[in-house]
């Protein structure tokens, strides 16, 4: 009779961690999706890594026993939310929330509880944001939610947080008084530093605005001077005055751009561009053009609305 019963408590073990794992791979996917989608969209990576792990056997086991609870598959899934962990390291404070929300807006992921430790730091300067979330595993003939914790924190933090780590196993939670001391000491500078940080990569990020401009605006200008070329071929075809081009040129490429760039870039409204002759060249250079077509044709050129 044992070793039947045996049998079935490792298949129903391997089943458990089979879900686990998928989880793991799951919530890996999803925050992978959303920081290459941010590199896409905002040209800066909210995340510096992400690692993560299953809890050995042995830190399961410890941790129900000292909880009281008896070693048991049921006892792992109601009681031990961190089987599966994924620990998300940003490099700025205002990332750890902008990724926690991120993730608990997915419609499949549900929130079932979130510890902010960089709101409330623990006593000993500990700071992260935990949460444990669920998300759906689908099986051959059923679909599970499944647990699993997410830790975010800075770079600074999980710094903080290893040596810390290290310490509470070296002197099995009792680290002399002074340690302790200096280890808060090591979190406010932690805490100081981030807030710093922040604040600088705030600044350096209005440079990157104007920068972003500029590039803009020498690919609107490249964007446009190819569109003009087109024209001028049309124009240079029906007109054969190719000296006229050129001044044409130089005018519409200086006040459109800039137009393009008013309306684009400072007001933020969508581009319109439509294909009727230029009424500002027109009146300074098109005059002559127009004189000399009977027929009416115009130049192509384009402006805005
Ligand atoms: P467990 O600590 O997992 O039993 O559950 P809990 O309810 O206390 O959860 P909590 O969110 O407080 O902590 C979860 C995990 O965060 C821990 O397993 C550690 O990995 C980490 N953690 C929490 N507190 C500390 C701390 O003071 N120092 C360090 N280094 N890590 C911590
Ligand atoms: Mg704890």
Redesign the pocket.
């Known amino acids: 009779m044992d070793l039947p019963m045996f049998y079935n408590e490792e298949e129903e073990w391997k089943k458990v961690m089979l879900m686990y794992d998928s989880a793991l791979k799951e919530v890996n996917t999803k925050l992978e999706i959303l920081n290459e989608e941010f590199k896409l969209n905002h040209q800066y990576n909210p995340i510096e890594h992400i690692t993560s792990r299953m809890k050995s056997p042995q830190s399961i086991a410890k ?1 129900l026993r000292h909880n009281g609870r008896e070693l048991t598959v049921e006892n792992i899934v109601k009681y031990v939310n ?1 089987v599966a962990g994924i620990r998300i390291i940003c490099s700025f404070t205002s990332d750890i929330y902008r990724i926690a929300d991120l993730i608990a807006k997915q419609s499949d992921v549900q929130v079932l509880k979130v ?1 902010d430790y960089i709101m409330f730091p ?1 006593p ?1 300067g ?1 700071t ?1 944001y ?1 949460m444990i979330i669920s998300v759906p595993i689908y099986l051959s003939n059923t679909m599970i939610n499944v647990k699993a ?1 997410i ?1 975010i924190r800075t770079i600074a933090m999980d710094f903080w ?1 290893s040596l ?2 290290k310490i509470y196993y070296k002197f099995e939670g009792n680290a002399p008084e002074r340690i302790r001391k200096e280890l808060k000491e090591c979190a406010d500078i932690v805490s100081f530093l981030d807030h710093k940080m922040l604040t600088l990569n705030e600044e350096i990020k209005l440079y990157n605005h104007e920068d972003e401009l500029e590039q803009y605006k020498e690919i609107l200008s490249e964007n446009f001077q190819s569109m003009m070329r087109e024209s001028y071929g049309t124009i240079v075809e029906d007109d054969n005055e190719e000296t006229d081009i050129h001044e044409i040129k130089e005018t519409v490429k200086l006040e459109t751009v800039e137009a393009i760039y008013q309306t684009a870039v400072y007001k933020e409204e969508p581009l319109e561009i439509q294909s009727e002759p230029n009424n500002t060249n027109k009146a300074e250079t098109g005059k002559k053009k127009e004189d000399k077509k009977p027929d009416g044709k115009h130049a192509k050129f384009f402006r805005l609305r």
């Open positions: 941790k961190d510890k623990k000993n500990y992260s935990h914790e830790q947080a810390e780590h």
